[in-house]
């Protein structure tokens, strides 16, 4: 199975931003308005998408997507070990 990130994705991806989505966001919407057409945008954010995610769903998918196994088991490591602190001031 061949499961390649999406060309429009601009996370995890070299060269790709936050920066360069406003970018293609912009650029899409100037060339609709130019020519006199509709645009129409949706966004939604899953609010804590990363934080649920169970460490096996990101293994399996991470799997699917043919990744090798010393970079799945360290994004697992990783993921599956943080700690946050916070602290009040």
Do not use: C, N
Not at 33 to 52: M, N, P, T, W
Request: hydrophobic letters at 40%.
């Amino acid at each position: 199975m061949d499961l390649p990130l999406h060309p429009r994705q601009h996370a995890y991806q070299a060269g790709k931003s936050t920066d360069s989505a406003l970018h293609q966001l912009v650029e899409r919407v100037e060339r609709a308005l130019e020519a006199k057409q509709y645009s129409l945008r949706v966004f939604f954010d899953i609010e804590g998408a990363f934080d649920h995610t169970s460490t096996t769903a990101v293994r399996e998918a991470l799997e699917e997507r043919k990744v090798v196994r010393p970079v799945i088991e360290w994004i697992v490591a990783v993921i599956g070990q943080r700690t946050i602190i916070t602290r009040s001031y």
